[in-house]
């Protein structure tokens, strides 16, 4: 799909000393933005990228709005009666997809400006059956919260997306929503494209997460919302709890208890959920990539504002800390809903740590850039029963184990723990690493390429679209020395 014409402008100091720049990132003058649909979806030439040291990264800027909170924002939107209104909303391809499939099934959905978008809600059980294929492109998000959704609809959906979404399990959301009711056929190993149809008599439940997953919780407290009576989800690990807190705002019955197996999360179902009017945080999980980049780029420091830190989100802040970046959260408050502070950081010697497997869920995201980091530091990091970043958009452990081998740094994969020997220092670089599809590790490894002794390539950037419109723009303007070409320019 077109990814819009973006534009970056610099804006008034916000603040004082190193940090002096503002960099906003928004879209020039149109209203509307295309939206994700089936037509629009066949992708351009792969575009590569390489990053190399010789750019300091100094200044301020407010990234992208928060990837969950704005998939969350559409969806609870479209359920609610009247019209939800957002400022800040992400316009990356995730969240259009999730717009193109709600508008697909008659939600009326409008931009009215940079990050301002209009949701037009249809009540719970009022969305129309989809007349095609739903593609949900690269969005695990859209394909398990949208089958919560569809729980509550009497029609059949086809849901489909790109070649990393077809690959992902959705098991793990069919299995509770099947017992409440549903009846789904996917392919072997539960992978889409599948077919969903809903109902109207769904059948509340009590479901105790198998795995830690926000998306698997949302999805069984979304069909909640459309059965008769109490559907609770226990989950051992705390998960991003945006779902519960918007359902709150929104006036749904929803009850949070910590009990001896683990936090239970119930919500009455069959509430009348009014509209929104919010602003989206900048996502914790895109500030990772300028963050770590200005902690291991000798003499960075970087302010990124506005950034979403609830508390089930910030297990990477607390991690560099722990492995001695020079980080603070500061003016603290809130926004949306959310607590949100302004992220200080500044380059610093870093020590390798054990990141240990209860804090995973709260950083689920962040591990790619994590092992960045890790490979600078001095001493060993483990990241312990980080088993689930096999099944991410790509398989994130081999991934990040190939890129950093690559780039001349040792790791190993032991089961469900990874180990990476740091190198005191930047390591050598020189990869050519592959994407495959996952916006995540392509943005990680040209934040390793900004400090390694020689240039890092990654294979194909148009990816990082899904989370970080503007990736590449909004580092260069605070400084990393980031140059894009054509994938066979570099090859
Ligand atoms: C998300 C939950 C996480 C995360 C994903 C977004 C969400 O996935 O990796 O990027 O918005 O609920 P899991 O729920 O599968 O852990």
Known sequence: MSAGHFVITDSTCLLDGPASKVVLIGRSSDTEKPLNDNENMSPSAPHSATARTGGTLSGSARVPGDKSISHRVLILGAM???TTRAEGLLEGEDVMATAAALRRMGVGITRNGDGVWEIEGVGLGGLHA???ILNLGNSGTTA???CGVLAGHEFTAILTGDNSLRARPMGRVLAPLNEMGTQTAARDGDRMPLSFTGSSDLLPI???LPVPSAQVKSAVLLAGLHAPGQTSVVEVAPTRDHTERMLAHMGAAIEVADTA???RITVTGQPELSPLDTQVPADPSSAAFPAVAAAIVAGSEVTLLSVGVNPARIGLFDTLTEMGADLTLENPREIGGEPVADLHIRASALKGVTVPAERAASMIDEYPVLATAAACAAGTTVFEGVGELRLKESNRLAAIEDGLTACGVTVRTEGDQMVIQGCGG????GG????NLDHRIAMSFLVLGLATTEPVTVDDVRTV???????????????ANITSGTKDETS
Do not use: C, Q
């Open 80 to 82: 609610a009666v009247g």
């Open 206 to 208: 009590e479901y105790f």
């Open 432 to 435: 050519k690493i592959a994407a």
């Open 261 to 263: 197996t683990g936090r």
């Open 130 to 132: 989809p007349d095609d």
């Open 144 to 146: 398990r919260l949208l």
């Open 426 to 429: 930047p390591p050598r670089g």
């Open 465 to 479: 679209d899904t989370s970080f419109p503007n990736f590449i723009a909004a580092m260069t303007r605070l400084g």
